[in-house]
């Protein structure tokens, strides 16, 4: 299955850090000469610190988890271009594929387990710990706080950005090639719960503005997000009225994005090419 396999391992230094939250390992990155916000002792005339970080980014991995080099390459590199932290959290505990298969290795019963393993069930709580942290101030051992959080996901951590985002938990959302969500989940970018997507709804309800940005990056070959489900989404996402958009790369597969061959030039261009765009995205929307 594509989504057990890596191209490439993406070479260079890092420059954040895994910390336990908890008892879930992290892989924080700041960028450099930005200051900590400081919410202890702060009075009214100190203007040394932020109360608040102004912006953050979190961002949820594929199925390989936080210790891959490639996603903490990705995680450092929006935290420099969007001048702001980048939070990683272990989706997986002890359940993530490993990075180096075995010679017997199954595939499509490593997915399997996977799923077995990883869920909504499981990945929900860790998210709120999370967000729970981040929201805590700097002074109770907490992030100190973010004024606007976007969230950014990779196959795997795709769906859960979109269950946030539609959660309201993030301001603005990235997915690359998502796996594994449901159109359900999708439709709930309408937000409130009220809106209704059916054909007998009356015209001024199924064209209601919802502001839930979802940028989609996808694979023109994806077994996981083939085109006819990636497609269907398209079609839910117009109906809820959300501010969306979508991009689909020619000559690429499920992981394209964090897991490509870099050394092949199609490839390359893809995935840095959804970088940027994401980036943008949030330029715009966070």
């Known amino acids: 299955m594509s989504c057990c396999k890596i191209d490439s391992l993406h070479s260079g230094a890092v420059r954040g850090t895994i910390q336990t939250i908890g008892k879930i390992p992290t892989y924080i990155t700041i960028p450099p000469n930005i200051p900590p916000p400081s919410n202890q002792d702060k009075n009214d005339n100190d203007t040394t610190y932020p109360a608040k970080w102004p912006k953050a980014i979190l961002l949820l991995p594929e199925g390989h988890g936080i210790t891959l080099p490639n996603i903490q390459l990705l995680a450092d590199t929006l935290s420099t271009n969007l001048s702001c932290p980048a939070i990683l959290p272990d989706l997986f505990g002890a359940h993530p594929f490993p990075i180096t298969k075995p010679s017997n ?9 996977f799923l077995a393993c990883n869920h909504p ?4 709580p860790i998210l709120e710990e999370i967000l729970h942290w981040i929201d805590q101030p ?7 706080g973010v004024e606007r959080l976007g969230g950014i996901g990779y196959c795997f951590g795709g769906r859960y950005v979109i269950r ?3 959660q309201g938990r993030i301001k603005a959302g990235v ?6 969500f449901t159109m359900d989940e999708v439709r709930g970018l309408a937000g409130d719960g009220e809106y209704d997507c059916s054909a007998n709804a009356p015209g001024d309800a199924r064209l209601r503005p919802v502001f839930s940005p979802l940028a989609i990056f996808a694979a023109e070959e994806d ?4 085109e006819g489900k990636r497609r269907e989404m398209e ?13 689909t790369f020619a000559q690429t597969g499920h992981g394209f994005t964090v897991r490509g061959d870099i050394s092949n030039p199609a490839a390359r261009f893809a995935k840095e090419a ?13």
């Open 164 to 166: 946030l985002l539609a």
């Open 235 to 247: 079609d839910v996402l117009k109906k809820t009225g959300a501010t969306w958009s979508c991009r």
């Open 223 to 226: 077994d996981i997000l083939p």
């Open 274 to 286: 959804a970088l940027r765009g994401a980036v943008e995205w949030f330029h715009e929307f966070l």
């Open 138 to 144: 700097a002074a109770q051992g907490g992030f100190g």
């Open 121 to 124: 069930g499981t990945v929900d």
């Open 175 to 180: 997915v690359n090639h998502p796996s594994f």
């Open 105 to 113: 290795w199954d595939a499509d019963a490593a997915l399997e387990q």
